[in-house]
């Protein structure tokens, strides 16, 4: 198969030095990248901003934000079997990017968000006869919330974790799919939940 991963986090500026983001590491987008070289096959990875160097084999595509993302990822997928979104992605935007650099006024300043494009939902709509895998981040009314993603996103199956996940070494999974049970568990260490989640993958939504 060829596999585009979603990875890391995005930015979102507010003028030319300054940008809204989080503290995604990346690894987990990058782990699955390095799992699915192994199982045999190719990968498209789009990732934004991070410290980790990608696995040997995959094409890299940088981007910062949000918009760069959802382009970058939108050209790839009609040529990829499926999509594995594990991207942090900002989900507000300021609405009007200042140029240069905003200067201090002594008083307090607000500013206007707006959401910004959902890039899985829309490779979702996009998706065909191609698999879509999300990822769903929750901290409270976790079952719940990552079966509305399930759905809003078109996914085939979805994978919660929690926000201990974030920036740690290991993580615990569930995989949901669209029976909306959870119909998989893994623990440890992102690079075996890498590796179980893509022979997951292979054996259940993988077409063909
Ligand atoms: N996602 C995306 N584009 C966005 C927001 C999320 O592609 N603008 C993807 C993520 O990569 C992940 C899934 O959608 O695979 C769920 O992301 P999550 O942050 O858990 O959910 P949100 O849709 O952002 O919803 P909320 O922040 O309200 O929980």
Redesign the pocket.
């Known amino acids: 198969m060829r596999i585009l991963i979603?990875a890391g986090p995005?930015r979102e500026y507010l003028d030319d030095v300054r940008y809204l983001s989080n503290a995604s590491s990346g690894q987990m987008g990058y782990e699955l990248a390095r799992a699915a070289l192994e199982a045999g096959h190719e990968v498209a990875l789009v990732s934004g901003p991070v410290t980790i160097p990608a696995p040997e084999g995959c094409e890299l595509y940088q981007v910062e934000t949000?918009d760069e993302?959802?382009s970058q990822c939108e050209q790839l997928f009609k040529d990829c079997d499926g999509v594995?979104?594990?991207?942090?992605?900002?989900?507000y935007r300021i609405k009007a990017r200042k140029p240069g650099k905003i200067a201090k006024t002594g008083e307090a300043i607000t500013l206007e968000l707006v959401?910004?494009?959902?890039?899985?939902?829309?490779?979702g709509t996009q998706k065909g006869d191609r698999w879509v895998?999300?990822?769903?981040?929750?901290s409270q009314d976790a079952r719940f919330?990552?079966v509305r993603?399930l759905y809003?996103?078109k996914?085939d199956a979805?994978?919660l974790n929690g926000v201990s996940a974030i920036g740690s070494t290991d993580n615990f999974v569930e995989v949901i799919d669209q029976s909306q049970e959870t119909v998989a568990t893994y623990s440890g260490p992102k690079a075996r939940v890498a590796r179980e989640l893509i022979a997951w993958i292979q054996a259940h939504i993988a077409r063909g």
């Open positions: 979603t995005t949000t993302m959802y594995i979104g594990t991207a942090a992605v900002c989900d959401e910004t494009i959902d890039v899985l939902a829309e490779l895998m999300g990822f769903a981040l929750e919330n990552a993603k809003s996103k996914c979805i994978v």
